[in-house]
């Protein structure tokens, strides 16, 4: 009688590994619960500990605000029936915002403030400002802020920069106008561009002179009779005028005063003192602004130089990561490696619908560099709040 065959027995070696496996999983599955447990907590504790503040048609609800000194989070909701944005703003310098807030919706802010009193922007430019006081914390010793000594050389470079490109601006502008006031549509319509693409390289500073940037380049959207505004001045004005009403009609007061305007911004220019946090900041923001979907996208929305008004913004953008770069390479290479990757992506983009026949992009173009762009803007926020540039 043949004996039933019995099955093998697992080796001890085998059955220990198994048993360590799971063990192994068992200790990752409990260390990844806890760490999204805590994850929520901390996600509750700054809910709870925010700072709620709302923005409706003609102000903020509170319109002023206390809060102590140190890091703070801030949670916007929008309650007007366009999107808006929210800046805190020392003088004319803006501190922190958060832009592109659609109707219903809430954003969060987190930062790091300075006992004095700040104004904050509500909604539209023709809103009345909110204040916000921020108190002394109890215990609170100095702000620990960034060592500028390695940044020297790299500031010296884009103050050249920035000075090169204001004299670009400040010359384009005053011909544009000229064109303007002497009648000749066809030759406003063709320096339109150029002044445009000048003032575009300058947008990752343009929130330290908040005042003059709303006066050159504020949107339509940011008044509340948009076109109708007697506020609304400047190249959108001008590019409205000659673009969508065909003429040259009326334009003469604001072209000269954006002529006066580009002679103003020179001077500030001179005297202006750059940090790396500005110029990180500046450009994460001109980023998202340009990036916000539909009609709303770039920075020409009567002439439709889509691609051209993106590219230029974009090119602001890389000067300022050319030059902080051999720095963030030092501290945050991985960071580095990923914006040497946004930028090779968002430049393909453009060259490849630069060689189509239009200026003008489809919804669905505007959309793909618009997620490039916010990609970019991400790893950017990275890279300042990795190299300590927060503060």
Not at 137 to 156: E, F, M
Not at 215 to 223: E, K, L, N
Not at 288 to 301: I, K, N, Q, V, Y
């Amino acid at each position: 009688m043949t004996a039933t065959p019995q099955s093998p027995v697992l080796p001890r070696t085998a059955v220990r590994i198994g048993l360590a496996l799971s063990l192994m999983l068992l200790v990752v599955a409990a260390a990844a619960f806890t760490y999204a447990t805590r994850v929520a907590q901390e996600g509750r504790h700054l809910a709870a500990s925010a700072t709620s503040v709302a923005i409706t048609g003609k102000s903020c609800e509170p319109n002023e605000l206390s809060v102590a000194a140190g890091r703070h989070v801030f949670q916007i909701e929008n309650r007007s029936d366009r999107a808006v944005e929210w800046e805190i703003l020392d003088g004319v310098m803006v501190l922190e915002e958060r832009e592109n807030i659609a109707p219903g919706f809430t954003q969060t802010l987190a930062t790091r403030l300075e006992p004095g009193d700040y104004a904050i922007t509500c909604g539209l430019l023709s809103n009345p400002r909110g204040r916000l006081h921020v108190l002394p914390a109890a215990n609170a010793g100095a702000a620990r802020k960034p060592d500028l000594a390695a940044y020297i050389g790299a500031l010296a470079e884009y103050k050249v920069f920035l000075a090169t490109e204001t004299d670009a601006f400040v010359q384009a502008a005053g011909t544009f106008a000229d064109a303007v006031k002497s009648g000749d549509l066809a030759a406003a319509r063709t320096l339109y561009p150029p002044a445009e693409i000048a003032y575009a390289h300058l947008a990752p500073v343009s929130p330290l002179f908040s005042d003059l940037d709303a006066a050159i380049d504020a949107r339509a959207d940011a008044f509340g009779q948009r076109e109708a505004d007697p506020d609304f001045g400047g190249l959108h004005r001008l590019e409205y005028g000659l673009f969508s009403q065909g003429g040259t009609d009326g334009l003469a007061p604001v072209a000269d005063k954006l002529a006066g305007d580009a002679a103003l911004l020179k001077t500030r220019i001179h005297d202006l003192r750059i940090i790396p946090e500005s110029m990180v900041s500046g450009s994460v923001a001109i980023l998202e602004r340009l990036a916000a979907p539909g009609p709303d996208f770039g920075d020409s929305p009567y002439a439709h130089g889509d691609l051209t008004s993106f590219e230029a913004a974009v090119t602001g953008v890389r000067k300022v990561f050319d030059l902080l770069r051999p720095i963030a390479a030092k501290s945050a290479p991985e960071i580095v490696t990923s914006l040497d990757k946004d930028f090779t992506v968002l430049g393909d983009m453009i060259a490849v619908r630069r060689a189509g026949a239009s200026d003008a992009l489809s919804d669905p173009a505007k959309a793909e560099l618009g997620k490039a762009a916010t990609v970019l803007a991400g790893d950017l926020t990275r890279l300042r709040e990795t190299m300590d540039l927060t503060q």
